[in-house]
């Protein structure tokens, strides 16, 4: 049965909605690690193993080749960008800092990678919105028509940060990143309530775009840059990329005995 929406609303509400279905008023910044129990769920099951539906490329078969075969002293080699600039760079890792902070339940959203995540996200398909019906008009639609913004991704995050950055540089003196922990909670905050006024994008529409990648970041498979050490997964008890765990599906309320496994087949 073919919807009744139109073809340029209709198209482009398949593509990624970032902040759609995670309305944070339900889980605000001042519990922002009681959302890690339940947005296992909010994270498309392709993403704990693969970042993208359909078949790895072979650039990414090298590189995960490559990333198996590293050294310690490689592997312990700051991860540089490869799409965000030094500024850009230094506010998602200030930003993720503070969606997910370490805590006695386990590492945080720095510790986990999750900065390398989305800097290697903003070179796939995704980030480029090469899936999605990019074509005109880009008129503001009912909420139901899902999103209907003319930027994908990649513009999302430069045209955001650019615009947060002005706005505590106007109003602090300071970028993002230099901020204290306290104020960068008070401006993710009005970024969530969509209390400030963003040139070029939508507040939520940032802050749904950051969260969801944040989520994504810390719940992925190693490969692709983030849940490094599968500290995520053995947190909620996830077993990875096994082959086979079906002894374990109908054990309701039982911890899985075994570590995860990653795509690569490393251990824990």
Avoid at 13 to 23: I, M, R, S, T, V
Wanted: charged fraction near 20%; proline fraction near 8%.
């Amino acid at each position: 049965m073919r919807s009744n929406l139109p073809k340029t609303a209709r198209q482009r509400n398949d593509a990624l909605q970032p902040g759609d279905q995670n309305n944070m008023s339900q889980s605000p910044l001042s519990s922002r690690r009681g959302f890690l129990r339940t947005a296992i769920v909010l994270v498309p099951a392709s993403t704990l193993a693969a970042c993208d539906n359909k078949q790895p490329t072979a650039t990414a078969t090298q590189s995960a080749n490559q990333s198996s075969s590293q050294s310690p002293a490689a592997e312990a080699t700051p991860y540089k960008p490869k799409f965000f600039d030094a500024k850009e760079w230094a506010f998602i890792e200030a930003a993720v800092d503070r969606l997910i902070p370490s805590d006695a339940e386990g590492p945080g959203a720095l510790e986990a990678g999750v900065p390398e995540f989305i800097d290697r996200q903003m070179d796939t398909p995704y980030a480029h919105g090469a899936l999605w019906y990019m074509q005109g008009p880009f008129a503001q639609g009912a909420p139901e028509l899902g999103y209907q913004l003319k930027l994908v991704p990649r513009d999302l995050y430069r045209l955001g940060i650019a615009a947060i950055n002005a706005y505590c540089t106007k109003t602090y003196a300071r970028n993002f990143d230099a901020l204290d922990a306290p104020i960068r909670d008070t401006v993710l905050s009005a970024l969530e309530k969509g209390k400030l006024e963003l040139t070029d994008v939508p507040a939520t529409t940032f802050f749904g775009q950051l969260l969801q990648n944040t989520r994504e970041g810390y719940f992925c498979d190693p490969i692709h840059g983030g849940n490094r050490d599968m500290a995520a997964w053995k947190m909620i008890g996830f077993p990875g990329a096994r082959a086979d765990f079906m002894d374990f599906v109908n054990q309701n309320g039982a911890a899985y005995p075994y570590g995860p496994v990653s795509i690569e087949g490393k251990r824990t």
